[in-house]
């Protein structure tokens, strides 16, 4: 079931829901204009799949004085053309962006609270507010306050090769241990010429999201200001873990330069035992010819042992985040109910993205495609994003290296090359 109690814990949750359900005037914005005969709300979205099939053509039956007019600026893209947009009065009313950077829109004052309204929404519609994952609401609260919606999330898990993990007499990890433990069995008893144990992103061409999800089952913990702590327990054994990777020859010499495409690839060409992955990946593995169920499967990450208390599913968002420069709030709500309702996130989760609606991740429609989930769900109702930082492109800079030195630097410790790249986090504060 998915977590409840939001009211007394998360008052902030309820920002964000009511900007969807109702119509309202934003916390904080000033008076509004009396709104013309057609009122046109910009969009942004992050990438074509997240926009509904219709393109708002129901919407617009729907709500014939409102006109939607959206664009795609990839996510990669889009936290630094919408602040860009936002400096000559020109910001779109809505721009999805990754959640890693809503501290920093929340540092210029960038975005508007909606919280007062998701109270609303919670108290006209409780089940269908409800059927929202609690991620939706709490990975854009800060300080009590909300700034959007976060229908469209993506928290990572551990594919694997289930057909050699059983074929070499062993069940699969619970433990990080046992990763590395079946790790080495498969490498020196089955596994031959480019085939590896273990592959994953390990250069530095993409932000550290999938790095982060193993982080967090390993239990790394964080700084009041949002910065992870490499010299916890889980950190100094995160590093322990890629250093054994590379040393052991458990994975691929070239890991240390490898992007998303590589570890992928690795995994589909039958090169690579273990990969970290998400849910919409696994669909692609299984069209790429690998057998489910038979080949591979996906579980939850294994926890850290000595370490339960700190584990954590991690998630990266593409939230809906609202402009401070929202002229017609009311227009606003009610296209952000639109793409959160159960049709268009539906919509989106079959052809693109997993989504935060309990309903459309257990529906027929959607296990039906994705079989896999259900080896996941539990874990998925508990996915959390990460705590965030303001400078949170250096920080993913920084975590980057630090993941490459642990890659090439084996004769360090890893206390050693933690105590290093904590003191470059700490200088970001």
Not at 72 to 96: F, S
């Amino acid at each position: 079931m998915v977590q409840r109690q939001r009211l007394g814990q998360r008052a902030v949750v309820l920002a964000l829901v009511l900007l969807l359900a109702v119509p309202f005037t934003v916390a904080g914005a000033g008076a509004q204009e009396e709104e013309p005969d057609e009122i046109e709300i910009e969009v942004w979205f992050g990438r074509e799949g997240f926009v509904p099939s219709d393109e708002f053509e129901t919407f617009h039956e729907e709500n014939p004085n409102i006109r939607v007019n959206y664009t795609v600026v990839p996510l990669e893209e889009a936290h630094e053309a919408y602040l860009r947009q936002r400096e000559v009065g020109e910001a779109p009313d809505v721009v999805q962006i990754f959640s890693e950077f809503i501290p920093t829109l929340v540092a210029r004052d960038a975005v508007e609270d909606i919280s007062g309204h998701l109270r609303e929404w919670e108290q006209e519609d409780p089940e269908d507010f409800n059927d929202l994952f609690d991620v939706a609401f709490d990975s854009l609260t800060f300080d009590g306050e909300t700034y959007g919606i976060n229908v469209a999330t993506h928290p990572f898990f551990l594919a694997y090769r289930s057909d050699w993990v059983g074929e070499a007499g062993f069940d699969p990890p619970e433990t990080w241990n046992d990763v590395l433990e079946i790790s080495r069995a498969l490498q020196d008893e089955m596994l031959t010429g480019e085939q590896y144990a273990y592959a994953h992103p390990g250069g530095t061409h993409h932000p550290p999201r999938w790095m982060s999800g193993t982080m967090a089952s390993f239990g790394v913990e964080f700084t009041d200001s949002g910065l992870p702590l490499l010299t916890s327990t889980g950190g100094v054994a995160l590093i322990e873990f890629y250093q054994t990777l590379a040393e052991e020859g458990l994975a691929h010499p070239e890991n240390h330069t490898w992007a998303s495409g590589d570890h992928r690839g690795a995994f589909m060409g039958s090169r690579a035992a273990f990969v970290p992955e998400q849910v919409h990946t696994l669909s692609v593995f299984e069209a790429e010819g690998l057998a489910y169920p038979g080949e591979f499967d996906a579980m939850p990450f294994p926890y850290l042992e000595g370490n339960e208390d700190n584990y954590r599913v991690a998630t990266f968002g593409c939230p809906m985040m609202v402009s401070d420069q929202v002229e017609y709030s009311e227009a606003v709500a009610e296209v952000l109910r639109y793409i959160a309702s159960y049709e268009n996130v539906l919509d989106v989760a079959m052809k693109y993205s997993p989504m935060a609606r309990e309903s459309v991740m257990t529906s027929d429609e959607y296990l039906g495609d994705n079989p896999y989930y259900e080896a996941v769900a539990q874990a998925f109702e508990q996915q959390e994003v990460l705590p965030g930082h303001p400078r949170a492109m250096e920080v993913n800079d920084i975590l980057n290296d630090m993941k490459v030195t642990a890659q090439t630097e084996l004769d360090r410790s890893p206390a050693d090359i933690a105590e290093e790249y904590q003191a470059r986090l700490n200088e970001l504060d």
